[in-house]
């Protein structure tokens, strides 16, 4: 069993909708991160969170330490936020990456 | 500010060679850490350097290894390639001081290395 699991794995929405990615993980962390990934390969941090809840303009995460969850959720889902988005936990000195959750929204 | 470095973008080795790439972290950034990502495998950690000393490493071979300069630029050489460590290559530098991966990483673009 992965240490870090994303669901869902592939995900289509209409613009407009609103949309959750699900990250659960088995290990003690120190913090977790949400990345975004698109095509050609760069990577950009969305948020790191320990605690709590965190809001950028139509993203907000949160992460619930006890229960070992954290969500990922697109307000108001518009084409140019189709990509990769990746959960990643920071863990005694390593960072442990999800499988990603692919995001495809259409116009 | 400029962002992360990483170079060169694209490398084409044989197996048995050895390669190094550098990263150049963002300015008054201490962290650097090293990724490698396969389609079958996903991002996996490498290593991760801070203030010249490796602060924490990965389940990889030997044939990977580190360093890290004075000035934070950081490089990562592999020996002996194989076919299997044909990937994309992604350093990320952080503010983070004490403990790791408590600051936001910001990512260069990548080296994408092919093993042929």
């Known amino acids: 069993k992965n240490e870090v699991e994303q669901s869902p794995q592939n995900l289509t929405a209409q613009e407009g909708e609103f949309i959750t990615i699900n990250c659960s993980y088995s290990?003690?962390?120190?913090?977790l991160h949400w990345l975004q990934q698109h095509p050609g390969g760069g990577i950009v941090s969305l948020f790191m969170?320990?605690?709590g809840k965190k809001k950028h303009g139509r993203l907000i995460a949160t992460i619930n330490i006890q229960e070992k969850h954290s969500s990922l959720h697109i307000t108001a889902s518009h084409p140019r936020d189709s990509a990769v988005y990746i959960c990643?936990?920071?863990?005694?000195?390593?960072?442990?990456f999800g499988k990603g959750t692919k995001l495809s929204v259409k116009p | 500010k400029a962002g992360v470095t990483q170079t060169p973008r694209y490398l084409i080795k044989t197996r048995g060679q050895q390669v190094t790439l550098s990263c150049s972290p963002i300015?008054?950034?201490?962290?650097v850490s090293w990724y490698q990502q396969t389609p079958g495998q996903g991002l996996q950690f490498l290593f991760e350097?801070?203030?010249?000393?490796?602060?924490n490493k990965g389940n990889f071979p030997g044939r990977f290894s580190g360093r890290q300069f004075s000035n934070s630029r950081s490089e990562m050489n592999v020996s002996t390639l194989e076919l299997g460590d044909s990937a994309l290559y992604l350093c990320?530098?952080?503010?983070?001081?004490?403990?790791?991966?408590?600051?936001?990483?910001?990512f260069g673009n990548g080296t994408r290395l092919t093993v042929t």
């Open positions: 990320a530098s952080s503010l983070s001081t004490g403990q790791s991966y408590n600051s936001p990483l910001h």
């Open positions: 290990v003690g962390i120190s913090a």
């Open positions: 969170l320990s605690s």
């Open positions: 990643a936990v920071g863990s005694q000195g390593n960072l442990i």
């Open positions: 300015s008054g950034h201490r962290s």
């Open positions: 350097y801070f203030s010249e000393t490796q602060r």
